[in-house]
């Protein structure tokens, strides 16, 4: 009997390789017959399952997306229960940013993403929707926090929400070895012990 093909499985391990291009030789080398080389498919089998370099790019981006919100639960495990917001925001950031091997592959395929963006239209907008939807989460993480009383009530909330996520513009930093990652993780966390602050 022939065996069934997982075709979210085969989806998930194309851009796998997708992400080691482009972590290994960077975005311009990522090309339809260079991905199939790594995932061992034929060219034929990879524009089976995506038609073009935009659509593979999306879904790898999607895929990618799914794993750092994994991340992010697993390392919530790791802290106090009910976790305190300081420690979310802090996960979701230190996560965000290449401070090990699976988050520096998402970190590129991010920045990869974000170029190809600019150029085309349709994935303009589809990376902007994501972008605005992890915006939209802190901003949730920030308001819940000033409800209960763990940020200041005179916070402006959207300023605050911009302010934390620039934190994430430590990534080119990080990639080219200007900052250390100690560095990186220290003003965050005095970031956050601000933010968290009571007011003066």
């Known amino acids: 009997m022939p065996k069934q093909v997982d075709h979210r499985e085969r989806r998930e391990a194309i851009a796998h390789a997708l992400w080691r291009v482009v972590e290994q030789q960077g975005w311009p080398r990522a090309t339809m017959r260079e991905v199939a080389r790594e995932a061992d498919v034929s060219l034929g089998q990879l524009q089976h399952y995506f038609s073009s370099r935009a659509a593979m790019l999306t879904f790898a ?25 300081r420690d979310v925001l802090r996960v979701v950031l230190t996560e965000m940013l290449p401070l090990h091997p699976d ?23 589809v990376a902007g ?26 916070r402006d909330l959207a300023i605050e929400t911009d302010l934390v996520l620039s934190l994430t513009g430590f990534t080119p ?25 009571p007011a003066s």
């Open 103 to 125: 988050a520096r592959a998402t970190s590129r395929m991010n920045a990869a993403y974000v170029l190809e963006a600019l150029h085309d239209p349709e994935l303009r907008e």
């Open 173 to 197: 930093l990080l990639e080219l070895g200007v900052i250390e990652p100690q560095a990186a993780l220290a003003a965050i966390d005095q970031h956050l012990d601000r933010l968290f602050s």
């Open 129 to 154: 929707v994501g972008l605005r939807e992890g915006r939209d989460l802190v901003e949730r993480l920030i308001r819940e926090a000033m409800a209960d009383g763990h940020i200041s009530a005179d």
């Open 61 to 85: 981006m999607e895929f990618a997306a799914e794993q750092t919100s994994d991340r992010v639960a697993r390392a919530l495990t790791g802290v106090a229960q009910p976790p305190h917001p």
